[in-house]
């Protein structure tokens, strides 16, 4: 396989035309094949008006005055995942059309083909026009053209990012960098980067990535990663699997087999503090010790390799004593997204319970979750819920 071929599988969209609305259950709105338009109909009588507020949206370059509510006919596919509502509340959607036109297209039936990880979500004017980036070997992970530019750019390692294609300027596209690379950050196991300490250069013209390690030191990173990924999915009990449910298990198994959780660190038991690798998926891969991010990630890299699509979700977790950073995978499994937390689900010794293996987020184990809003694009949180 070609480099970069086989890892970006955007969804399919519907042609133009008239589709039910995202949000309001009585309205058909025109898709125009790549986005939603403030032209609106009855869905019975075919009468045909304008959304004043979608018109107003589309003057202020995709913002609308007020959030869109998810149809009710959604809620069956995707429940609502603890904490999710808080942040989108706290989190302006900068964004906001492009998620709408996510809730669309699962609305016009078409929820099989809903891979957004790893995949691009091209709606919006400000990122559409993201070049590819350099080809790397390695998969990647984005929910929209800047956020897959920035991924390959960064497995490569380039000293300098140009982003001056941008159709925005100034506080703008720093806010809508400084959004992707945090998405990208979060979601990508073979990225080695500080995303709060990686800053525009002098008039915005380009990202100047702050890397973890040097690039030999990464790519023996990844190298090593991705033979402890393949180890894993070629072995009798992944290949040997069937269906989406019984490859995640052997996943889950294999990496809880593999790694320790270094729960101290994690909860500042002691005052210990995690290294660099326990916060990634070489960690939990290759060293064998890692926090919760560092399973998340490698669940997301096994879960890739395997052919099932995961996502990382960051936040807080209590473990009845303390509160502390964590993180999380959430996997498209039976067209739902439903938890796997890896981390708390490791035993040790005693092999994997299954409290957080293919939950929704519902469920009253997921009450000592509160997910913040860094782990994907701000207007998108609201999307995914489990």
Avoid at 194 to 218: F, M, R, W
Avoid at 236 to 253: C, F, K, P, T
């Amino acid at each position: 396989m070609p480099a970069g071929e086989g890892q970006v599988r955007p969804p399919r969209l519907p042609e133009a035309g008239w589709l039910p609305d995202p949000a309001l259950t009585d309205v058909e709105r025109y898709w125009d094949g790549h986005s939603w338009s403030s032209h609106t109909r009855d869905r019975d009588t075919k009468l045909e008006f304008v959304d004043p507020l979608w018109t107003a949206a589309e003057k202020l370059g995709g913002r609308r005055a007020e959030a869109v509510p998810i149809d009710p006919r959604l809620e069956a596919i995707v429940p609502e995942l603890p904490g999710v509502s808080a942040a989108h509340e706290a989190h302006p959607h900068r964004h906001w059309a492009m998620g709408v036109a996510l809730v669309g297209v699962l609305a016009a039936g078409t929820v099989a083909s809903v891979s957004l990880f790893p995949g691009t979500l091209p709606w919006t004017s400000s990122t559409s026009g993201a070049p590819a980036g350099p080809d790397v070997v390695y998969p990647v992970f984005g929910t929209d053209s800047l956020s897959m530019y920035l991924a390959r750019s960064l497995v490569a390692q380039e000293p300098e990012i140009d982003v001056s294609w941008m159709t925005v300027l100034g506080d703008e596209r720093e806010a809508l960098v400084e959004d992707a690379l945090l998405e990208v950050a979060a979601q990508n196991p073979y990225v080695y980067i500080d995303p709060d300490a990686s800053v525009l250069a002098e008039l915005g013209e380009a990202v100047i990535p702050q890397y973890t390690y040097t690039d030999t030191q990464a790519e023996l990173r990844r190298e090593r990663t991705v033979t402890a990924v393949n180890a894993i999915v070629t072995s009798d009990a992944v290949a040997g699997a069937v269906g989406e449910v019984a490859i995640a298990e052997a996943l889950y198994d294999a990496l809880i087999d593999t790694a320790d959780y270094d729960a101290d660190a994690a909860f500042s038991v002691g005052g210990a503090t995690a290294s660099d690798s326990e916060f990634e998926a070489y960690g939990a891969l290759v060293e064998g010790l890692a926090v919760g991010e560092g399973y998340a990630h490698a669940f997301q890299a096994l879960a890739e390799a395997a052919g099932l699509t995961s996502i990382v979700v960051t936040g807080t977790a209590y473990d009845g004593d303390t509160v502390g950073q964590h993180a999380w995978n959430m996997v498209f499994v039976s067209g739902a997204w439903l938890v796997a937390d890896a981390a708390f689900d490791d035993l040790g010794e005693l092999g994997a319970a299954y409290d957080y293996f293919l939950i929704a987020g519902s469920n009253s184990a997921m009450s000592s979750r509160a997910a913040d809003s860094e782990w994907v694009l701000d207007d998108l949180v609201w999307s995914f819920r489990a």
